[in-house]
């Protein structure tokens, strides 16, 4: 990685139970988009990598004949597992804990590979050249994030915003003013330049899609507090002994800029890229 930083398995410890309920979705049709520009049919095989709970995966087990969702984090392939029994699709998903600097791990070819908000935390370079030999021929690695840049405010919405900078400010008075990550801190953010990364490892393109979001979304305080805790900065074990009154003063902030208990949200939109595997 760019930054002075090494990956432990504490990164997401105690976030897993927060994670579907406290992120924000990604934009609707998603999995329309994809299956558009993929040429996706419900054939081939598709691994989603630092998978977390299984929010891609899970939003995309019905364009592939098997998805496989990797990550290292126990927690999080629990909640995976869970999720696709609520789908019922349990026998079309399998869950490897795993760090994507393992791969191949024995998993075989696969038609696309996903990066949702995860490449940042890995070695990116091995990574990207293990995944481009997995891949099939005209196969493509997926590289899906929030939309950057993009404004989102809550006029004429019924509920206050969620009080983001407070919010944040509350974390730096507990941890600290560096960002927490894991055992270790980020003073300089995670690393960008992903661009660079892929196509020096041999990918074609890339082909931008942008997938509009803005939807209006009520967020309760639970909600909201689920947020901050699947967050690796604020995961739950780096607030200790100290965990219960952290979150007995977030709840007292949330309450002060609603009493109601509910904040108005939007959606955000959706980035993807999609990297043809490219010619040997």
Known sequence: ????????????????????????????????????????????????????????????????????????????????????????VTGKVRW???????????????????????????????VAAAVREMLRPGGALVHISDLKGERRTVDGLPYPAVPQAAIEELVRRWLGPVRRAGRGVLPHGTPSGEDAVLAAAGFAGPHRHVVPGGQALVRTCDDVVAGVFSMSFSAPHLFGAGLAGFEAELRRL???????????????????????????
Not at 255 to 275: I, L, M, Y
């Open 1 to 88: 990685m760019e930054v002075d930083w090494e990956w432990d398995e504490t990164l997401f410890s105690g976030a897993a139970a927060f994670y579907r309920r406290g992120r924000l979705p990604y934009a609707p049709r998603l999995a329309d988009v994809l299956a558009e520009a993929l040429h996706l049919d419900g054939r081939g095989r598709l691994i989603d990598l630092g998978c977390g709970p299984g929010t891609v995966a899970l939003e995309l087990v019905g364009l592939f004949d098997e998805v496989v969702g990797v990550d290292p984090d126990a927690g999080m392939l629990t909640e995976a597992a869970r999720g696709a029994a609520e789908l019922d």
């Open 96 to 126: 490897v804990r795993a760090r994507a600097e393992e791969l191949p791990c024995g998993l075989g070819g696969f038609t696309v590979a996903t990066l949702a908000q995860s490449f940042h935390w890995m070695d990116r370079e091995r």
């Open 254 to 280: 949330l309450a002060e800029v609603s009493p109601s208990g509910r904040f108005s949200e939007r959606r955000p939109g959706t980035e993807v890229f999609v990297w043809p595997r490219g010619t040997d």
